[in-house]
C-alpha cells in the first residue's frame, strides 16, 4: 500500500510552504495492494528535521489541531481533504518531516512524487504581504 499526500493541494514542491493560517491537504491511496476493505485508516505524523519546526493537522479549517492526524482513506484513489498550519517556524528548508503510516504498521507508506516516502514542508512566519525569510 502506498498513499500520496499533497500540501496546499498541490503535487508541487514549491507548494510544501505553510503559515500560521491552515493550508488544505489531501492524500489518497496511490497503490492499494494489501488493503482488504473499502478503506484504509492512516496516521499521520510528524518530526522536527535539523533547524525544524512544528505543524498541527486537523479535519477542518478551525480550532487547534493536534500533532498527529488519523484519517480513513478509500482504497479506490479518492482524495480526503485534511489541513495543516504552522505552530513553531522553521530555520531550515524543509523544516517538517510528515509520514503517513497506516494504523498498526511502522513502514511509511506516505510518499511524495515520484518516489520518496515522507513529505517535507517548511514552516514560515506570514507578515503582511511577504515572507519573514
Request: proline content about 5%.
Amino acid at each position: 500500500m502506498k498513499v500520496e499526500i499533497e500540501i496546499n493541494n498541490s503535487p508541487q514542491a514549491a507548494a510544501r510552504y505553510v503559515t500560521w493560517a491552515w493550508s488544505p491537504c489531501r492524500i489518497r491511496v496511490t497503490d492499494p495492494a494489501g488493503i482488504t476493505g473499502t478503506s484504509v485508516t492512516v496516521g499521520l505524523s510528524q518530526t522536527a528535521l535539523a533547524g525544524g519546526g512544528s505543524i498541527r493537522f486537523a479535519s477542518t479549517a478551525t480550532g487547534a489541531g493536534s500533532a498527529t492526524h488519523s484519517l480513513s482513506v478509500p482504497r479506490d484513489g479518492t482524495s480526503v481533504s485534511f489541513f495543516i498550519r504552522g505552530f513553531s517556524a522553521s530555520t531550515a528548508d524543509p523544516g517538517v518531516q510528515i509520514t503517513a503510516r497506516r494504523t498498526g504498521a511502522t513502514a511509511a507508506v506516505g510518499r511524495v512524487v515520484p518516489d520518496d516516502l515522507t513529505q517535507p514542508v517548511d514552516v514560515r512566519k506570514a507578515d503582511a504581504d511577504r515572507l519573514d525569510r
